[in-house]
């Protein structure tokens, strides 16, 4: 087992909290606006459609596979950079370019332009998860880290209420009235990406409230190159892809849920996305936040109790989770049961990224730490991202051949993507103690 030393400065200080409480909102706030960007595209999936003339296939296209090429492209150099650069200044580029890469979409008139200002924001949004990540590691107290990850997950649930919430508003309004409660831009869909990046806007005025922290290793000093990542990961690839596929199975389940469960609901259970939306807006808000937080609260308490592989076992929970509430409503249940389903749903939504977050950092020394994050991130957008909108949109098409099958094309693909989670769970369980990174202060 590699033991990585970590020596702290004979000057450096335990970080008061509420220096490191402030930073991590802040970023917190900054993963908040990248995911209301995602998610307000999976509540205007009509208006849309309808105004550009898309099939599910070509939408799919957009929420996911857009996004992922230039963060899969690029996340890797910016998370080599932030190893070794100012990370607040790497989640700041980001922030700025997909903030204005979402207003970009806002004017977008067909599906060309849409997608090419969504591949945009994928370059922006590729820089925040690494350097944050690796920002939050060093300014949280050491026993306080896997709840400082939840804070920041927090970010997930809300950016989702945001979307749901206040494109559900967008879409109550009369048809007649929005020319004048929507100028300049006219249209409720486009009234969303507005809403979304200037909400993005408003993460970068906070970034700059937020200082560089210091970084907790001396051996951070001395260049890691990519190369040293790759070294290290392949003598442990065995937790590493353990770890790494559980928390991808996990994140494909997520983008299949939020990309397609309201319009399940539309087409299922005759619905509208302005009732559905700000029921999954509030859920995502109240029970997200609290599942985030109680994630990271619950994972800390297991490891002070001696489970160090606690955010493995909560992710095997989650992973039935998942499947249970995406079976619910193709059981032939109510309306009501089947919307609460998917507010449930909803609420867990957030959890895979504090439990990748946190099991990624603890087995990762603090100079590869980023990199590390970028790989993660780059397969989460290569294979989670992509095929989680578009694996359910083509066993609608392809498969059922019916819209309104969308229900069981998404528990297929959702029962899929838990199982490989939990197998994979169980196939590096055992290393993963060992294969942590043992701090020496």
């Given amino acids: ?207 700059l409230s937020v200082a560089e922290p210091e970084r907790r290793a001396a051996a951070a000093r001395s260049a890691k190159n990519f190369r040293a990542t790759v070294c290290y990961v392949s003598r442990h690839w065995q937790v590493f892809a353990g770890v790494s596929g559980a928390m991808l199975a996990l994140s494909y389940c997520v983008f299949a849920i939020s990309s397609w469960s309201l319009t399940m609901l539309v087409r299922t259970q005759g619905l509208t996305y302005s009732e559905v939306a700000p029921i999954a807006g509030f859920a995502a808000v109240i029970g997200g936040v609290a599942g985030a937080a109680i994630t990271g609260t619950v994972t800390d308490r297991l490891e002070r109790k001696g489970y160090r592989d606690a955010s493995l076992r909560v992710a095997v929970v989650v992973a039935a989770l998942m499947i249970v509430l995406t079976m619910i409503p193709v059981l032939g249940v109510s309306s009501g049961w089947a919307v609460l389903s998917v507010a449930g749903a909803y609420c867990i939504l957030g959890v895979p990224t504090v439990l990748g977050g946190t099991a990624l950092q603890q087995i990762s020394p603090p100079v590869i730490r980023a990199q590390v994050m970028a790989v993660q991130v780059l397969l989460v957008n290569l294979l989670a991202l992509s095929l989680g909108p578009l694996t359910v949109a083509l066993l609608t098409e392809k498969v059922f051949r019916r819209p309104e099958a969308i229900g069981y094309a998404l528990v297929c693909s959702v029962c899929c993507g838990a199982v490989a989670a939990v197998v994979a769970v169980l196939a590096c369980r055992h290393r993963f103690p060992a294969s942590r990174v043992s701090p020496v202060v």
């Avoid at 994928?122 to 939050?136: D, K, N, Q």
């Fill in 1 to 207: 087992m590699d033991t990585v030393e970590i020596v702290s400065p004979a000057s450096s200080r335990a970080p008061r909290a509420l220096t490191w409480i402030w930073a991590v909102v802040v970023l917190a706030i900054c993963h908040a606006s990248a995911v209301a960007t995602f998610q307000i595209l999976n509540v205007l999936v009509g208006p849309i459609k309808a105004a550009l003339a898309l099939s599910d296939t070509q939408y799919s296209l957009t929420q996911g596979f857009a996004v992922a090429v230039f963060a899969a492209a690029l996340g890797i150099p910016a998370a080599r950079v932030a190893d070794r650069g100012h990370r607040r200044f790497i989640v700041l580029v980001g922030a700025v370019i997909w903030s204005v890469a979402t207003l970009a979409c806002a004017f977008a008139h067909g599906f060309l332009e849409l997608f090419a200002a969504r591949m945009a924001v994928g370059l922006g949004e590729a820089f925040l998860y690494p350097a944050a990540l690796s920002m939050i590691a060093d300014v949280a107290p050491r026993e306080r880290l896997s709840t400082a990850i939840g804070l920041f997950g927090c970010g997930g649930p809300i950016g989702t209420g945001i979307a749901m919430i206040g494109g559900g508003w967008l879409l109550q309004i009369p048809p007649g009235a929005r020319g004048d409660a929507l100028w300049p831009v006219g249209e409720s869909w486009r009234a969303g990406f507005v809403m979304c990046g200037s909400l993005s806007a408003l993460a970068v005025c906070l970034l």
